[in-house]
C-alpha cells in the first residue's frame, strides 16, 4: 500500500488534537507538531521486504557453452519481493546463482551488506570469481529494489552525481554503426582514428593485434584470433608504428588507448611501453599476465610513464588494494557483476578516491552497463567507460541507457533506470528456497567465518 508522508501525517495530527480538545491550544499544537512528526518518520520508514524468489532468463541467442555464459555472461536475474517490487540483475550462471540464491532467499532485500557478507562467507570456501560474478548479479538486483522503493535512480544513493556523464570508447576501435560496414573496412587506422574523435567519444582503443597501415599480418599473427600463433617480438615494432598513426589521426589533443591483452612477458611489455611513451596513450590496458601483476607491475610503474590500468578479470578489492594504495596503476579497470556487485563497488570506488586512482569498467551485460552508469556517476574521479551498444536498442529492455555523442547520460526513472520485458526472454529456472549457512556471530553482531 502507498503511504502519503503529508496526509498520514495531517490525518493523525487532527487525530490527537480531537482527542485533545479539553486541552490548550499551545499544549495541543505542540502535541500535534510532535505527533506528525513521528507519523512523518514512521511513513518514512522502509518497510522489509523478503526476497521470495530468484527468477533467471537467458536474453536471444545465448550460447550457454560460449564466451558470453562467463566472464562475460549477460543472464538476467529478476529478485522478487513479498513488497511487490521486483529487482533486476545480470551474470552468473544457473548453477553459480543457485548456489549464492540460498544465502538470499527469505532475507530483507534492503539488507544488502549484510546479504553480501553472508552469501560471501556461507559456502565452504569463499567464492571464487565465478561465484563472485553470480553474487553481483543478485546484489544488482537487490540495490535496484531499495532504489525503486525509494522512488530515486541508484547514484543519488551514493552522494548524487559527480558529473553530467560517462564519457565512453568502442572495444571495436570504430564504434559500431558509425559508418556502414563496407566504409569502415576501406578505412585506414588513421581515419578511424579520427572519425571516432570525430564522433564526440573520448578514446579511440585497439587491442594488441593492431597493425599500422599498410600491414602485413604475417609479421604478427598467423591464423584466426582463435588458436592464431603470436610472434610477440616482431609485433612490438608494429605496435609501435601504429601508435604513431593513431596519434596523428586523434590528433595532438585527442586519445587513443591499447589492451596488450596479458601477451607480453616483463621485458616486453618494459620495451612495449618506452616505445609508446612518446606517442601518449591514455591508457595501457593489461600490459603483464595477471599472476603477475602485484609482483611485476610496481616494477613496470618505476621504468614506464604511460598510464597503466589493469584488471578486467580482477574480483574484489582484496585482489588489487596494495596496487591503489602504492599508486603502481593509473586507472582500475573494474567491472560489474565481477567484483561481486554494487555493494563491493562501492568499497572500490572508495579506495581508488582517496589515492585518486581513476577507474575504467570493462565491457559487460547491458543491465550491469546500467550499474555501471549509476554508480560511476557518483565516482568523483577519472573514468572512463567501455561500451558497444551505441544509440542501437537492447530487445529485451524497452527502457535503456541513453548514449548520444559518445557519452552516455543519465535518467531518473528509479533503480537501475532499465525494464524487462521478459517476454523477450527465455525463462530458466525459478528458486524460492533458501537454507541456512555456515557463517557465525560474533557477540557484537556481525559475522564472521564458521
Known sequence: MSVDRRDFAKSLGGVVGAALGGISRPAVASAQAAAGAGAARTAGRLAPAKVTRIRLFY?????????????????????????????????GSPDTVRNVARSVIGRNAFDTEMIWQAAFMDGFYSPGKERLHALGAIDLALWDIKAKALGTPLHQLF??????HIELYATSGLPQG???????????????????????????????????NPGDTAGARRGNAQGATFDSRSHIRLIAEAAAQMREGVGPD???????HQKFDFHEAVEVCRLLEPHRPFIVEDPLREEQFRTQLPTLRLMTSVPLAPGEEWGTRADFSPLVEHRDID?????????????????????????????????????????????????PGQVLMEYNLGERPVPYLPEFLECRNGKVWPNDRPGLGVTVDERQLAFVEAITEG????????????????
Open 59 to 91: 536474453p536471444q541467442n545465448y550460447d550457454r557453452n560460449g564466451p558470453q555464459a562467463f566472464p562475460q555472461s549477460n543472464m538476467v536475474v529478476l529478485v522478487d519481493t513479498d513488497a511487490g517490487i521486483t529487482g533486476v540483475g545480470q551474470g
Open 159 to 164: 552522494g548524487g552525481k559527480a558529473r553530467e
Open 178 to 212: 558509425l559508418v556502414p560496414p563496407a566504409e569502415a573496412a576501406a578505412l585506414t587506422l588513421k581515419e578511424r582514428a579520427a572519425r571516432t574523435m570525430a564522433a564526440g567519444y573520448r578514446v579511440f582503443r585497439v587491442d594488441s593485434d593492431i597493425l599500422p
Open 254 to 260: 585527442g586519445n587513443w588507448m591499447i589492451d596488450l
Open 331 to 379: 586507472f582500475a579497470r573494474v567491472s560489474l557483476p565481477n567484483v561481486g556487485g554494487i555493494t563491493e563497488m562501492l568499497k572500490i570506488m572508495a579506495v581508488c578516491d582517496t589515492h585518486r586512482v581513476g577507474i575504467v569498467p570493462h565491457f559487460t551485460g547491458p543491465i550491469a552497463t546500467a550499474g555501471h552508469m549509476q554508480t560511476m556517476m557518483a565516482f
Open 435 to 450: 537454507a541456512p549457512g555456515a557463517t557465525q556471530r560474533r557477540l557484537d553482531g556481525s559475522l564472521t567465518h564458521w
